[in-house]
């Protein structure tokens, strides 16, 4: 029983530990896309910053209410979109079926959806 329980609760810990990692890696990659999108986009006020916070801000803005997501729902839809462009060592299925369980909360819009046999 004590095994069972201590079993469990690595269990959870590798879980927890493997969606962190994920939310932190496409966010990033979210972020690293919507800066390249500013700069190349001519957002950045200042092309000093090397940041371009406020490009990144904008493109976010801008996003959100094209597609209406959150800024943050934009960065992750956007870090998805460039984890699928990736190659991986895990194969096309596997990054396949990875990456679509990572576009569910992306595609929350009804026009968005895939088209069912009833249309």
């Keep these: 029983m004590r095994k069972a329980v201590i079993a469990l609760i690595g ?7 493997s969606c962190a990692g994920t939310y ?8 690293q896309s919507l800066k390249q999108l500013a700069q190349e986009g001519g957002f950045c006020k200042d092309t000093r910053q090397t940041d371009c916070a406020d490009g990144v801000e904008y493109a976010k803005s801008y996003l959100s209410t094209e597609f209406g997501l959150s ?13 699928a462009g990736r190659d991986f060592l895990l194969g096309e299925t596997v990054k396949t ?11 929350e819009d009804e026009t968005q959806q895939l088209p069912t046999d009833e249309e």
């Design 11 to 17: 269990i959870g810990g590798v879980v927890a530990a």
């Design 97 to 107: 079926l990875f990456t679509e369980m990572l576009y569910l909360p992306c595609n």
């Design 24 to 31: 932190f890696y496409t966010m990033s990659a979210g972020q």
């Design 71 to 83: 800024p943050r729902g934009v960065q992750w839809c956007i870090g998805v979109d460039e984890i």
